[in-house]
């Protein structure tokens, strides 16, 4: 099968790392895949060295004055001369890119990793902002491509679904796919360990809130409960977050790493993942942490509810509070036994995310709408 994963660049982020997982295990059973992005960024030279992977400069510049500013022209040729049979694209800017291609032969996927906001129906009460009137004029081009064209929507989390349902027409097929990781990668033998160590990945962002997690640590020590914490990531966050931990006298117990090209290695000396995201569309790291036999304690994000079993492999707190998250932190660390137990739970859960499963599961929705 030959197939195309366009995507608009391979900075480090979920969406980034799971179609380089994708492609990767595509290839691996057989398929003519290629991985196309529009800029040169790739952060993931570790993951793509046997990837397929094209750099096709292409942009959509829409404007609701009539002078929206296209140039799709070498894309559209390269489409022309491969000729896949399916074309799949990540995050939003590769879908209005692509919208702009004129290739009926295909039958389309579009990966939503999360709650898209240009594809909100019309607010009203926003009728003068400019913002709100470019939505709904990216929404049109959208709604108009995926009309002419055999279009599957993959949504990556129940939450998602619920969302992809919501804001676009019922023509479209919608199906849920929970995303996967390289389970071997991630995978540890289970282990007993002091339950001194806690980390969390992501990018340093408001929405990660890894300042709520600095606070969970200030409350423990408060405690007389003393645990390090590991954060992985950079992001616009880092300089309130080391403010923070130089005023708190934290910075024995916080340790940033910045970004690092294998996290697996901080999970296997860790004893908890903790997790405090105020929205997520699924959680990835989350899985990761799991088949590292790590329980996980997060804040409610919306699309990782689809990943804890509550007391089985994690917890989830409703509200956004460091003395609830110390509760829980404290009450691992304090039985050591609950923890192995949950760890196991939680390593055994991940088998169901694992990449060779989800392809299997892709190529099915591949050939069943070639088959339409």
């Keep these: 099968m030959k197939i195309l994963h366009i995507i608009p660049n391979l900075r480090k982020g979920g969406a980034e790392r799971i179609a380089i997982d994708i492609c990767n295990e595509l290839s691996r059973q057989g398929s003519d895949v290629i991985l196309i992005t529009f800029h040169n960024q790739n952060e993931y030279e570790f993951l793509t060295t046997e990837l397929k992977w094209n750099v096709i400069p292409s942009f959509i510049k829409p404007s609701i004055s009539g002078k929206t500013s296209v140039d799709v022209r070498n894309l559209q040729a390269f489409i022309d001369d491969f000729q896949p049979e399916i074309i799949h694209t990540h995050l939003f800017e590769a879908e209005m890119v692509v919208s702009q291609i004129d290739y009926p032969k295909a039958a389309y996927f579009v990966h939503f990793h999360n709650n898209i906001p240009q594809l909100l129906n019309l607010d009203v009460k926003q009728l003068g902002s400019k913002l709100t009137w470019t939505d709904r004029y990216e929404k049109k081009l959208l709604s108009r491509a995926y009309k002419k064209r055999n279009v599957t929507v993959v949504a990556i989390s129940k939450d998602v679904l619920s969302y992809a349902t919501r804001v676009l027409s019922k023509n479209v097929r919608k199906v849920l796919l929970f995303n996967a990781i390289n389970r071997s990668r991630f995978y540890t033998e289970l282990r007993q360990t002091t339950g001194d160590r806690i980390v969390m990945i992501g990018s340093l962002n408001e929405n990660k809130d890894q300042l709520l997690a600095a606070r969970t640590i200030v409350e423990l020590n408060r405690r007389g409960t003393h645990i390090h914490l590991d954060l992985l990531g950079e992001g616009p966050l880092k300089p309130q977050l080391e403010e923070y931990i130089a005023k708190n006298n934290i910075g024995d117990w916080i340790h940033l790493h910045g970004s690092v090209d294998h996290p697996e290695s901080y999970l296997k000396d860790a004893s908890i993942y903790l997790h405090t995201s105020k929205a997520e569309a699924f959680g990835l790291v989350m899985v990761e942490a799991m088949a590292a036999g790590l329980p996980v304690i997060c804040t409610d994000g919306g699309g990782n509810r689809d990943l804890i079993?509550?007391?089985?492999?994690?917890?989830?707190?409703?509200?956004?509070?460091?003395?609830?998250?110390?509760?829980?932190?404290?009450?691992?660390?304090n039985n050591p036994k609950k923890r192995m137990e949950m760890g196991r739970n939680a390593q055994e859960f991940s088998e169901q995310f694992d990449i060779s499963v989800y392809v299997e599961k892709l190529l099915g929705l591949y050939t069943s709408q070639l088959e339409c």
């Design 309 to 333: 079993v509550e007391g089985k492999n994690g917890f989830m707190v409703e509200k956004r509070s460091a003395e609830l998250l110390a509760d829980k932190i404290e009450y691992l660390i």
